[in-house]
């Protein structure tokens, strides 16, 4: 005896038998745009395939999904019946796919903040190396400073350590801060005495402060071991505003190193007393022990080597 492995004509198996998925590809194109010819462009297929594909379809199903009149194609009510559940089949397979390349994406992606001008000044015009280093891994940049929270979408963060760490974070320290009085190169002369390649600040020298920062000045002397000083000057909202004010003569910053490295080496800024650490660094923050051979890993490394 042998057996029918279609079933027979009548049959449950038989009625709950998918036609061929291509089949109904083909006529859910042929069916939205009403015309063979359109639909076998957009599938990349010929005329004839969409044609043969609809009329084995319907051989299958045993009902006339379109009338054809005169070259043209109009789609039956069994053929409109067909046309909502296919549509709702493939978007729902639409929907999966789109779900599973979002979290493939997902997990290549993640969130670094950065205190924004250490990400403006310093971050960012590196960062092509990191990318060229890991071009599989989408780094989305932030600039954000002070207390965050892992549970916003932060997967990592660059603080400097002036605030109290989140309790659930795990710590790495990138470089020490190291900070010194900086202004522009006409600007030594009349604002700092030099002798014998020792440089002190005139008590005369506007100085320029922030109010994300408002210790800076006292902090360096603190360092430095230099007197404190009492000269007002200039208050800008952010540290990137003093150093541009630094840049444009305004007077004397201080400015961290990393902030004013590729300044310096531009000649554009001049420190003419240097740098001195002053007891703060920055570190890359995690929600983890960061897991070697991860890319979170080698960012660290590559920090630190860039620093």
Known sequence: MFSDKNGESNSPLSNSRLPSLLALRCFEAAARQENFSRAADELHLTHGAISRAVRLLEDDLGVALFERRSRRVFLTDSGRTLLRAVNSGLQ???QAVGELRASARQAHRWVLSCEPTLLMRWLI???PDFQARHPGFEVHLVAGGGPFSFASG????????DFLW???CHVEQIFEEKVGPVCRP???EPWFTTKKNHAALKVTAPRLHTRTRMGAWQEWASAAGQPASEAQGQTFEHFYFSLQAAVAGLG???GPWHLVCDALDSGVLVAPMGFINDGSHYCLLSPQPLQAGTPQADLLTWLRASA
């Open 92 to 94: 729902l397979m639409r």
């Open 154 to 161: 932060i997967d990592l963060a660059i603080r400097r350590d």
């Open 125 to 127: 015009p590196r960062w």
């Open 186 to 188: 006409d600007k030594v």
């Open 252 to 254: 004397v910053a201080i």
């Open 166 to 168: 989140p309790k659930d």
